[in-house]
């Protein structure tokens, strides 16, 4: 093995791209590699619930064969890991539940259709929170996931497989979805980089549905550069999803070059209160100085009712959520209970059974929050909430382009010392929540460590200003190298 | 607020779950206090706020009824637990 085959881990994929091209390692042999290391260090993370070996190894050989004859699409032979709530034709996709661990998806989401076309090789499906409701990884039915840079703690949630996979060069990037924070709380946790665009960017027909007015596919990358390239593959007009936006997607890859002299940074003042880890704010008071060193003008601007943004989120999420799941019945796929006495039985076990203590608790609560009388002070009240929060994001975007500020108030907690209790889990994504409710794109990116642990970076943009956030995140890459440090035990 | 065992039941129930004793105990401490978190809400003044109904406020786009999918049922019922005949069974509805 020639000493670049031994790198290929540590390779973003631009530049495995860039290997490929020059015939440095075949799709085959970089494909095999990181099997390998996924069979070697997986188990220490449990960031896999189903590897597809078999699959991956026929598509790199395929990708093979058309770089010989010349073809083959902007991602050929470049491997990826999809999180387990993208159904994916002919393998298990679980959603993380015991509800679904039977379930073999019959067609491919729209995300895996491309990023196959495109020629990308899927190493496996990655672990994450039951039907994506968490923020640490523990209410998977496959167990929890182990941050890399400390075993003994979460990598966030609910991507939190894809985030740990990524961060331990067992993929060079992976899918991700985003409901309140699914992807960028986990990539802050796990030093990685992580975007979700406006929602509607990216179809998200195939995705298994939680909150269908907050959920959005998304990248967990190393690079902003290789998000960039994944996003440019992944969003676009899809008729099968109602709600995608018919709208060109620019090239995010070529709007790297620009730089980002005059950009407006905004700097809510909101976000450095008494509920962020100190430490963690200087980390992030130090990446705004180098975004200004790079040409950026500093604005502090007003978020009046970013409080609220949890309490309204923990209404309208949980009530889309309970309308969603009412899907699973028991009857035409995933769990069923069995010596059923009558359908109400069969109904009730089956939900039972299937559903883990976290996802009952989100039902109940939006069956709840709709339910004949409590309509009107809850839902439509939040929704009234929702619009008043959107509306304060759309006032900073007059005045600057980008807002940034903490990902997460404080850097990966110890598993365990969360789950207990609910409402702490949930404030745990105090930063990242407006920008679903307002359906606008935010990213985060590695600005440093605490105590040994990831800090990240929130950027948030106007509605389809992803631009905006990849030439930032990209520059600060350029002059810093946080994105670069891997965890010792997965060198 | 606090939620009694009731309540927790009724909603259980219009939830189709069904719940285990140590469940029950424990939802109604835990949605209890989910309760009691959201109500912040109603200190937020919306006299006059249009409800959001679409992220991007705009309206969900129409198609022509047209049919577009193929039957693959048979693809499909392979997932399903008990079928018959190209039909889903469940317990007897009708004595």
């Known amino acids: 093995m020639s000493a670049t085959q031994l790198e290929m881990h540590a390779q973003s994929m631009s530049e495995l791209a860039a290997g490929l091209a020059r015939g440095d390692f075949t799709s085959v042999e970089l494909t095999q590699s990181l099997l390998d290391r996924i069979a070697q260090l997986d188990e220490k993370l449990n960031a896999f619930i189903t590897v597809t070996a078999e699959p991956a190894l026929a598509a790199a050989a395929r990708a093979d064969k058309a770089r010989a004859a010349g073809d083959g699409g902007v991602l050929n032979g470049l491997p990826i890991i999809h999180k387990d709530i993208f159904c994916t034709r002919g393998v298990k996709t679980t959603c993380g539940s015991k509800m679904l661990n039977n379930f073999i998806a019959p067609y491919d989401a729209t995300v895996v259709e491309k990023l196959a076309d495109a020629g990308a090789v899927v190493l496996g499906k990655s672990n994450m929170d039951e039907f994506a409701m968490g923020s640490s990884n523990e209410t998977s039915f496959f167990g929890p996931v182990s941050n890399p840079w400390d075993l003994a703690r979460s990598p966030g949630g609910s991507s939190g497989g894809s985030a740990a996979a990524v961060a331990a060069r067992l993929a060079p990037a992976a899918t991700g979805t985003d409901t309140g924070g699914s992807i960028r709380q986990p990539a802050a946790m796990t030093g990685t980089v992580g975007i979700k665009p406006t929602y509607g960017r990216i179809s998200r027909y195939g995705m298994i549905a939680f909150a269908s007015s907050l959920d959005q596919a998304g990248v967990i990358s190393r690079t902003a550069e290789d998000a960039a390239r994944l996003l440019g593959v992944m969003a676009g007009f899809d008729e099968r999803d109602s709600t995608s936006i018919d709208r060109p997607v620019p090239d995010y890859l070529g709007g790297l070059k620009e730089s980002i002299k005059g950009l407006r940074v905004g700097i809510v003042r909101q976000h450095f209160d008494e509920g962020l880890d100190k430490a963690c704010g200087d980390r992030v008071k130090e990446a705004i100085a180098v975004l200004e060193s790079l040409g950026a003008t500093t604005v502090e601007v007003d978020l009046p009712n970013l409080d609220l943004s949890v309490p309204t989120y923990y209404v309208v999420a949980p009530a889309e959520c309970s309308s969603n799941l009412s899907r699973f019945d028991g009857v035409r796929f995933g769990h069923r209970a069995e010596n059923a006495e009558d359908l109400l039985d069969l109904y009730c076990r089956s939900r039972g059974e299937g559903f883990g203590d976290e996802v009952k608790r989100r039902i109940m609560t939006g069956t709840y929050v709709l339910s004949a009388g409590y309509y009107d002070a809850y839902y439509l009240k939040a929704q009234q909430v929702r619009h008043l929060i959107a509306d304060d994001f759309k006032q900073a975007f007059a005045a600057v382009d980008v807002i940034v500020g903490p990902t997460a108030p404080s850097p990966a907690f110890k598993l365990g010392d969360k789950i207990d209790d609910p409402i702490t889990m949930y404030l745990n994504d105090i930063y990242t929540i407006g920008a679903n409710l307002a359906g606008l794109p935010a990213m985060s990116i590695p600005c440093g460590f605490v105590d040994e642990l990831p800090v990240g970076l929130h950027m948030v943009g106007a509605h389809f200003a992803e631009e905006n956030l990849l030439r930032c995140a990209h520059k600060y890459q350029q002059a810093t190298d946080w994105h670069t440090a891997c965890p010792a035990d997965f060198l | ?95």
């Open chain 2, 1 to 95: 607020m606090s939620l009694s065992k009731d309540q927790v039941q009724h909603i259980a129930m219009l939830a189709r779950l069904k719940l285990s004793e140590d469940e029950y105990a424990e939802s109604v401490e835990k949605l209890s206090r989910i309760v009691d978190f959201v109500d912040q809400l109603s200190r937020a003044d919306t006299v006059g706020v249009i409800p959001m109904a679409h992220p991007l406020d705009t309206a969900q786009r129409l198609r022509p009824d047209v049919v577009v999918e193929t039957d693959e049922r048979d693809r499909y019922q392979e997932n399903a637990a008990a079928v018959s005949d190209g039909l889903y069974l469940v317990p007897k509805v009708i004595e």
